[in-house]
């Protein structure tokens, strides 16, 4: 609509730019869905090298991400990265996907994860949530950078931070770490989180153990997605008519859609990794779905594209 005060139009400006910020973060997903991002952290991260040992500098610098600044950091070889958890909202649920980090976390081993007191609950507040809304919370898989807001501390004690949410937990993904408790002590078992991060969840009768393949509600089912973890999951949102795959950790960054043989250090059988990420991206590409994966930074959304000499990323702005 055109105004012609002056005030009016400098008013108008603010919110324009409000909204701008805000559209950041805001998925114009289809159907009954909105999907939020909840940012807890991003930047230059992480070297890449690091990430993925199987690249070569030249490599990762010689794919489309690699090149663009948003997504690659060309001075230190870095990669862009995000941490963030995806707020989907339906007319009836509110459902919160993977928790982050967290503050207050001891994290000897990361300077970056431990003691934070960033503004993740401000940040969700500010999106319209607060913790006694959320329904469900689901971990994608059971990483210290996926499950740090299960819990917030209160009185000395880890409790967990959404009252009325049951948090679903794949079952191969909790009978994989509990296994890995009984040779391990629990502070060296995903830097401490399982203690401070998972177990209170359990403890407080919170927890719903369910098959990696698993119907949440109608249109959001959970996928199996193994090789990152054992028992990784994908969640995908699906309105009859367009679908939305929320892929975790399936793939960290976006060189892993020119390169998805690249699997990262953190992965559990990495050639498995591989070979799953490489079905989801033709999934994704065939169905013409959104991908909204747990670290791609902004614009972290987009579509797949098959090419010639595999996939490529159309971001969605
Ligand atoms: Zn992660």
Redesign the pocket.
């Known amino acids: 609509m055109e105004r012609s005060s002056s005030i009016t139009d400098r008013s108008r400006s603010r919110t324009t730019l409000a909204e701008r910020r805000l559209s950041d973060n805001v998925f114009p997903l289809p159907g009954p869905f909105r999907a939020q991002r909840i940012v807890e952290m991003q930047g230059a991260l992480h070297a890449a090298q690091a990430l993925f040992p199987d690249a070569t500098r030249e490599e990762l610098r010689a794919t489309a991400a690699g090149s663009d600044p948003r997504l690659y950091d060309r001075d230190r070889d870095f990669l862009v990265l995000s941490?963030h958890s995806i707020v989907v909202r339906t007319p009836g649920l509110t459902i919160l996907v993977d928790c982050c980090i967290g503050n207050d976390k001891p994290r000897s081993r990361n300077a970056n994860f431990n003691q934070r007191r960033g503004t993740f609950l401000q940040d969700l507040a500010a999106a319209g949530v607060t913790p006694e809304d959320v329904d469900i919370v689901m971990c994608t898989h059971l990483?210290v950078?996926?499950v740090g807001w299960n819990t917030r501390q209160e009185n000395g004690e880890w409790v967990p931070t959404f009252p009325n949410a049951r948090y679903l937990f794949a079952k191969s993904e909790v009978e994989h770490w509990q296994q890995v408790l009984e040779t391990t002590p629990a502070e060296e078992v995903n830097h401490g989180s399982w203690a401070d991060s998972v177990a209170p969840v359990f403890d407080a009768g919170q927890a719903e153990v369910v098959a990696m393949d698993h119907e949440v509600a109608d249109g959001i089912d959970l996928i199996g997605a193994p090789g990152h973890t054992p028992g990784n999951v994908i969640v995908r949102l699906d309105d009859g008519g367009e679908r939305a795959y929320l892929t975790?950790?399936v793939i960290?960054h976006p060189v892993q859609v020119e390169r998805p043989e690249w699997s990262s250090c953190?992965c559990w059988d990495p050639a498995m990794s591989a070979e799953t990420r490489v079905k989801t991206l033709a999934t994704v590409a065939e169905e013409d779905a959104w991908l909204l994966p747990?670290?791609f930074p902004t614009p972290t959304a987009g579509r797949v594209r098959s090419t010639a000499s595999g996939f490529r990323m159309a971001w969605w702005k």
């Open positions: 941490y990483h950078d996926h975790g950790d960290h953190f747990a670290h």
